[in-house]
């Protein structure tokens, strides 16, 4: 068989193209490694990490979170469970108000409606 200068060349052209593709795949595989790391750095250090005792049921750990009352800033801590479940039925809480204790309230959106009709 014979190999002339072309088939040569385009033996080369892909030699070429599979490094790149495979450079171009650990340069992406790391890229995601490295975001993958710092979405779990980030989930860690946000989570319910304090050793105060929730203030509607007493449980730990919980999360701090601060409110607004009468211009100063106070800070309540809250268990998984009384910040993710509605307080009036159950529910999954999608809504947060902050009463005029101070404290917040954990409310779903058919509960929060009906409380601001």
């Keep these: 068989m014979i190999y002339d200068d072309n088939y040569a060349e385009c033996i ?19 890229i995601f490694a490295v975001i993958t790391m710092m979405m779990l750095i980030l989930a860690a250090g946000c989570g319910y990490t304090s050793d105060e005792a929730c203030i509607w049921c007493g449980a730990t750990p919980t999360k701090a979170i601060k409110s607004e009352l009468d211009g ?4 309540n801590y809250y268990c998984e469970e009384c910040s993710t479940m509605c307080l009036l039925c ?21 509960c929060a409606a009906g409380m601001t009709e």
């Design 12 to 30: 080369g052209i892909y030699q070429d193209q599979g490094e790149r593709k495979s450079e171009t795949m650990i340069k992406k595989k790391a």
């Design 72 to 75: 100063e800033t106070v800070t």
């Design 90 to 110: 159950g529910a999954k809480a999608t809504q947060q108000f902050t009463n005029e204790s101070g404290v917040d309230v954990f409310l779903c959106d058919d």
